[in-house]
């Protein structure tokens, strides 16, 4: 699935990532994003899985980043 939103971090259980999509859902990725996405409010697209892994965050969809990429402000 695509997403658009923004990069936002929650600090929650000691903080994390999570990407806010314009629908109002939230995705948590699961995996390592790379740093130069890890800016508050930052505008990205991007193309995800759902995960099947057990979380104990309880904020948002957990999702493999599978590609995303900027968007303009």
Known sequence: MKIKGTMTHVPLSGGFWGIEAENGRRFRPVGPVSEE?????????????????????????????????????
């Open 37 to 73: 996405f890890l800016i508050q409010g930052l505008p990205v697209e991007a193309k995800v899985k759902e995960s099947k892994g057990f979380s104990i965050f309880m904020w948002g969809t957990d999702v493999e980043v599978l590609s995303i990429q900027k968007l303009e402000r």
